[in-house]
């Protein structure tokens, strides 16, 4: 099992950062996946950004150029820097994590951007 521990949602301003961590736990050997998704009511959860344990990442084209994904393999955590932020960048946002044929969850944690 591995446990994921989010942090760092909160409210900001337009034009404001917020950066999002996500700590694994457990059995974390083998991780070959780590990710931020969002979601927001009524819609399906979708992908911010994703890291794989070669490094490759992948993003969302609605946040490209304004965030960046990290992950300290030392630490077993991924960091989701996000500048710029704008009101419909306001949603539930998910780290997800996969190892091997498994996935997990966090629990997510509230991103509001007012503008």
């Known amino acids: 099992q591995v446990q994921v521990a989010e942090s760092g949602g909160g409210l900001v301003q337009a034009g404001g950062s917020l950066r999002l961590s996500c700590a694994a736990s457990?059995?974390?050997?083998?991780?070959?996946?780590m990710g931020w998704y969002r979601q927001t009511p009524g819609n399906q959860r979708e992908l911010v950004a994703g890291?794989?344990?070669?490094?490759?990442?992948d993003y969302a084209d609605s946040v490209k150029g304004r965030s960046t994904i990290s992950r300290d393999n030392a630490k077993n955590t991924v960091y989701l820097q996000m500048n710029s932020l704008k009101p419909e960048d306001t949603a539930v946002y998910y780290c997800?994590?996969?190892?091997?044929?498994?996935?997990?969850w966090g629990q997510g944690t509230q991103v509001t951007v007012s503008s």
């Open positions: 997800h994590i996969r190892r091997g044929a498994y996935m997990y």
């Open positions: 457990g059995s974390v050997s083998s991780i070959n996946y």
């Open positions: 890291i794989f344990s070669s490094g490759r990442t």
